[in-house]
């Protein structure tokens, strides 16, 4: 099973027999979901307009406008919708990853929620997992995702874990 990050969020499961099955539709298809490192920034971006989760924002508020060169919320809007750029919005996730691990609690909630939706998106695949064929017990999680592993692994992990399979996870940035 391989979960890709890069163009979009998806999971793959390739079995012996070759039938595969995939959970997560691809940011590019379904418009709903980006890779992780985008969705992560767009939530981050999109939590500053709405304030809606009760948490301070100051911190993250704070990087997006040093991150984007900007002063105001409006200036924050063009880089969200007009001229909205994966290449430039994703490598804000690193960014995102540095504050979450120094502390900050909306980080650390985005990071918190991208885990869980990852491990949902795996734990959807194990059951289609052919009989026997489970030998190496390795989940590869490779691409963008692999580069802020720190902060996703936890949650990823909780919620991903289910008996009676007990699995390794390789996180591989690419």
Known sequence: ???TSDISSNALLINPDGSTQTCGLGGF???????VGVYIARRAIKIIFDEYIHIPIEGIWDLNKE?????NREELVVHLYQNFDKSVIGPLCAKLAEAAEKGNR???YL???AGEDLGTMAAALVPKIQPGTLKSNTLNIV???GRICRCLKKDFVRVFKRPPYTLRYQFTPS
């Open 111 to 113: 990071f918190r929620e």
């Open 67 to 71: 991150y984007f060169k900007i002063e």
């Open 143 to 145: 691409g963008s995702v």
């Open 1 to 3: 099973m391989v979960l």
């Open 29 to 35: 298809l379904s418009a709903m979901r980006a890779a």
């Open 106 to 108: 909306l980080a650390q």
